[in-house]
């Protein structure tokens, strides 16, 4: 019941609904997630690590970015059960559609990420 309880209180949060929304289209760094949503990267990070220690994403190094990703094989079949709700639900949604229209336009850009997009 622990791993649930975190979990959605993980999703209880628009801008993590955001995030998640966007890991369903696919694997992202922090500097995307940021572009995508137009958040600071501290925003982005703090939301990121929330859901990653919720059980939801896994986390993997690629040179200079961490790139965060949906942990399918690793989530319980309730928690995947509980993601596909979310996935469902964001499909129509509007703000959810536009950001995963400016996904398509993020870029990986390193260390100037945080000056170069933070709101």
């Not at 696919?26 to 995508?36: D, G, L, P, W």
């Not at 596909?84 to 850009?109: I, Q, S, W, Y």
Request: positive net charge.
């Amino acid at each position: 019941m622990h791993q649930l309880l975190k979990a959605t209180k993980a999703l209880s949060d628009e801008t993590r609904l955001r995030i998640l929304n966007l890991l369903l289209e696919r694997e992202c760094c922090v500097c995307e997630v940021m572009q995508a949503l137009q958040i600071s990267q501290t925003r982005a990070s703090r939301n990121l690590s929330v859901l990653h220690d919720a059980g939801l994403l896994k986390l993997r190094k690629d040179g200079l970015w961490s790139l965060y990703s949906l942990d399918q094989e690793g989530m319980k079949e309730n928690l995947l059960d509980l993601v596909e709700a979310v996935k469902k639900e964001l499909r129509d949604n509007e703000v959810a559609a536009l950001d995963r229209e400016r996904l398509k336009e993020a870029k990986r850009v390193g260390s100037v990420c945080a000056a170069k997009f933070a709101s």
